[in-house]
């Protein structure tokens, strides 16, 4: 399963895990909701883990770097 997340396209969230192995391409937009759009997905990511996500790729990307949120 792909998905993309764009500030302006957060429906995109809202979707079910279809497969065990999950990529998700956060883009940000060198604001400070970048940040706090993060917070969904730790809930979204507990979520699927207990449903059985097995291997999760969450790469963050900016169009313009300025300043990446910072994941740990």
């Known amino acids: ?7 302006g ?5 809202h979707m079910r895990l279809t ?10 937009a060198n604001h400070e909701t970048d ?4 917070d969904p997905w ?4 507990s979520k699927w883990k ?3 996500l097995k291997e999760l790729y969450f790469f ?6 300025v300043e990446s949120p910072f994941t740990q």
Do not use: S
């Open 35 to 38: 940040y706090t759009r993060l």
């Open 50 to 52: 207990k449903g059985g």
């Open 60 to 65: 963050v990307h900016q169009n313009h770097e």
């Open 42 to 45: 730790i809930k979204r990511i």
């Open 9 to 13: 396209r957060r429906d995109l969230i």
């Open 19 to 28: 497969t065990p192995i999950a990529f998700v391409k956060y883009v940000g």
């Open 1 to 7: 399963m792909f998905i993309v997340d764009t500030a």
